[in-house]
């Protein structure tokens, strides 16, 4: 008997809150008006231990005061590859050829980054068009107490690369790293011989390449942006 009674209680509430839904047909959409706004967060991650670890909530750890503990903004050792070609953008510009006629390849190599906002705004908001008439645009708002967070943000090294062929064999997949340089040594009697030295240890057995970017710090912003059709009249039927 209780089951009975709960179940046409629950009816019994779904059909009421249901009565008042009124069906809209489309002119009746269209002079719809109304009111409202969001207050989002974004994050981006790419190639770091926040995006390939689920089990992460936020980029850091924080203490008491505000100080990371731990932080995850740092790249994922196995993400890109026992090679590193799975963390790699390249390009083609204008498909150059070598002296071989060999594609070469502008690659940027070890890319990651992390980019977070805390807090921002989306709502609407009324203005005067190009006619001084009232129009709706949609208001972004940005805070300065919720920066935007760039954290290790860039590559590693930027190389151009030729191949001999396509896939495996293509530029954009050599894998050369540092590791030894060669120099010559004059002997006493004029000869020369070869000597093999280990590269610093700062370039150890990082990849080729001729220049690295890497960007991380906080970018405030304070004021907002305004998003609307210029030549929009904002008339009741008309959707801008």
């Keep these: 008997m209780v089951k009975q009674i709960t179940l046409f209680a629950l009816l019994s509430a779904s059909l009421t809150a249901n009565a008042g839904l009124e069906a809209l047909n489309s002119q009746e959409l269209i002079e719809t008006v109304g009111q409202g706004g969001a207050d989002l967060s974004w ?24 100080n990371p503990l731990d932080v995850y903004y740092a790249l994922d050792p196995t993400t890109c590859g026992v090679t590193k070609q799975f963390c790699r953008l390249a390009i083609a510009p204008n ?18 980054g992390t980019i977070q906002i805390d807090q921002f705004s989306i709502d609407a908001m009324t203005i005067s068009n190009n ?8 208001k972004i708002t940005f805070y300065d107490n919720k920066p935007l967070k760039i954290r290790n943000l860039g590559f590693n090294t930027l190389a151009i690369e030729t191949g001999t062929g396509t896939g495996a064999n293509e530029g954009y997949a050599n894998t050369p790293i540092y590791s030894t340089f060669t120099t010559k040594k004059i002997q006493d009697d004029g000869t020369t011989t070869d000597v093999v030295t280990d590269v610093p240890a700062f370039d150890k057995n990082t990849e080729k390449g001729f220049m690295g970017l890497n960007m991380h710090g906080n970018l405030h912003m304070s004021g907002n942006l305004k998003i609307f059709s210029y030549n929009c009249t904002g008339g009741a039927s008309i959707r801008c």
Excluded: C, P, R
């Design 95 to 112: 498909n150059h050829l070598d002296a071989n006629n060999n594609k070469k390849w502008l690659v940027f190599k070890g890319i990651q």
């Design 43 to 66: 994050t981006l991650s790419l190639n770091h231990i926040y995006a390939t670890d689920f089990s992460k909530t936020s980029i850091s750890q924080l203490d008491a005061n505000g």
């Design 131 to 138: 006619k001084n008439e009232a129009q709706t645009a949609m």
